[in-house]
């Protein structure tokens, strides 16, 4: 059976890279009036909840796609994304290094993989039991042990992006890396294991291209509104309002744009939120419909025509070397005095990256950094060890 790239996968983690460097560029609020900016709105916890579930569906299809590996072949599809993962780390731990105000998502995508590899080998329904259980029970899990992590290991010494040093304080760093960061894996395994699901449908099917965007939007509606309901109608709001992080924070702004600075402790009704970076069952399940939606979306799109998303495919195909590229000129960007306009600086970086993704298709080239991680792979794998790339299944 021939196979053959589906682009629309691609043109998806384009979006999500493309996304995540806007909420990096552009602000988030109107300098003027405090109000969420429409990158805010759009974009913030979006992006990167894209970018994990797309991770998660390159996962599966590096493992078979609807058709899974078997058991020998499986265990050396481990071997190869455990070293991916560790590059990826090591990429990561070297961009934390870098004076940037950027949340660096890669040292954190490095561990969500290396947790992921039990789950490669599950039959599909257990699988989806298993992504559900994670998105219901890991945001509670995380809030009773939170209030516990943040007065006995001080996870707020790490100062924001992983570097080498942090790991002299282990317990800590686990605590941040787990609960208490930016992008907590406890929960964001949630978006592993969901993507995993996806990627083990028949993603050429037109039934389950439409299911995907249909459903996708349902999912991502209903969260929202269940969360209104139980924030207004219910009194949630207020009782977050009465906890010490509620008087510190203007929470009805920051609940549409991103809460990753609050501390959420005092109260349960933390776990009735669903706006960006509140790491709660109903926030993921909003940005995973979300993310299921665009995947869906661009897989319609281009099922005619796989060139249709040229630009965002071709970025999409190479995100690891543009990602770290985009984080390297933003540490030179952020230097500079009197402050550059943030929309140019956007366009101007997002047009470059574009470009030099599809100069590297046409080429039939891959980027620097993915030829690295894909070579180190095929080594660990060993006999046998090749494999399909990440985003192609079988028709």
């Not at 890669?106 to 590899?117: E, S």
């Not at 039990?118 to 039991?129: D, S």
């Not at 959420?264 to 933390?270: A, D, H, K, N, P």
Request: net charge positive; glycine share 10%; with cysteine.
């Amino acid at each position: 059976m021939n196979q053959r790239r589906l682009t629309g996968i691609d043109a998806a983690r384009g979006i999500a890279l493309l996304g995540m460097i806007a909420t990096h560029v552009l602000p988030l609020y109107n300098q003027e009036t405090g109000d969420p900016s429409l990158t805010g709105l759009v974009f913030s916890g979006r992006s990167s909840a894209l970018f994990a579930v797309v991770a998660g569906v390159g996962l599966a299809l590096l493992t078979g796609g609807s058709e899974p590996h078997e058991a020998k072949a499986v265990n050396r599809d481990r071997r190869g994304i455990a070293v991916r993962a560790l590059i990826i780390a090591l990429v990561g731990l070297t961009l934390g290094g870098l004076e940037t105000t950027i949340a660096v998502i890669l040292f954190h995508y490095a561990v969500l993989f290396l947790l992921a590899l039990p789950f490669l080998g599950m039959p599909l329904r257990r699988l989806a039991v298993w992504a559900g259980a994670w998105l219901l029970l890991s945001p509670v899990l995380a809030y009773v042990a939170r209030d516990w992590l943040l007065r006995n290991l001080s996870p707020s010494d790490i100062g924001g992006n992983i570097t080498w040093e942090a790991f002299l304080s282990p317990a800590a760093l686990a605590a941040d890396v787990f609960v208490t960061g930016f992008y907590p894996v406890l929960q964001w395994l949630s978006y592993i294991l969901l993507g995993l699901v996806i990627g083990r449908l028949a993603l050429t099917s037109l039934p389950v291209q439409v299911g995907l965007l249909t459903g996708g939007v349902f999912a991502a509606v209903t969260a929202k509104l269940t969360s209104y309901y139980l924030l207004g109608e219910l009194g949630g709001f207020d009782a977050l309002r009465a906890t010490e992080s509620g008087q510190q924070w203007p929470l009805a702004r920051m609940l549409e744009v991103n809460l990753s600075s609050v501390e959420q402790t005092g109260s349960w009704w933390w776990l009735a939120l669903a706006g960006p970076h509140s790491n709660t069952s109903l926030d993921m399940l909003h940005t995973a419909g979300t993310a299921a939606a665009v995947l869906g979306a661009c897989l319609l799109l281009t099922r005619a025509r796989p060139n249709l998303l040229l630009p965002l495919s071709a970025a999409g195909a190479m995100t690891l070397t543009l990602y770290s590229l985009h984080v390297w000129v933003m540490t030179m960007v952020d230097q500079q005095s009197p402050p550059l306009e943030p929309m140019p600086v956007y366009w101007i970086q997002a047009a470059i990256l574009v470009v030099l993704a599809v100069l590297f298709q046409r080429i039939d080239a891959r980027g620097p950094l993915e030829l690295v991680t894909s070579g180190a792979s095929r080594l660990a794998r060993g006999k046998g060890g090749r494999t399909a790339a990440p985003a192609r299944q079988k028709r």
